[in-house]
């Protein structure tokens, strides 16, 4: 079992930045993957970026070029640059481990006021 804590969330402005954390305990060296989802309200959730075991980063086209997701060991990180209120949602933290099975945080709320 992997558990999951996610901090940074908040709110901030337009344009402004915001940092996510996610620290992962347990079987932390079976983890895989890992990655941030968010569901804003009314609307499914979504990824938003991934980072493999290996470093390879993939990112939703809405937040290329603004967001920067990095891992370090059992935690991953999620820099988020030039919010836009679009960007308001709740966050969570997105783990598969070598066996397939997948974990989530609790979440974490970002509002970005206009």
């Known amino acids: 079992q992997v558990q999951l804590v996610e901090s940074g969330g908040g709110l901030v402005q337009a344009g402004g930045s915001l940092r996510l954390s996610c620290t992962a305990s347990?079987?932390?060296?079976?983890?895989?993957?890992m990655g941030w989802y968010r569901q804003a309200p009314g609307k499914q959730r979504e990824l938003v970026a991934s980072?493999?075991?290996?470093?390879t980063a993939n990112y939703a086209d809405s937040v290329k070029g603004r967001f920067t997701i990095s891992r370090d060991n059992a935690k991953v990180n999620l820099q988020m640059n030039s919010l836009k209120p679009e960007d308001t949602a709740v966050y969570f933290c997105?783990?598969?481990?070598?066996?397939?099975?997948?974990?989530w945080g609790q979440g974490t709320q970002v509002t970005v006021s206009s």
């Open positions: 980072i493999s075991s290996g470093g």
């Open positions: 347990g079987r932390i060296s079976s983890i895989n993957a």
């Open positions: 997105n783990v598969w481990d070598l066996r397939y099975r997948e974990y």
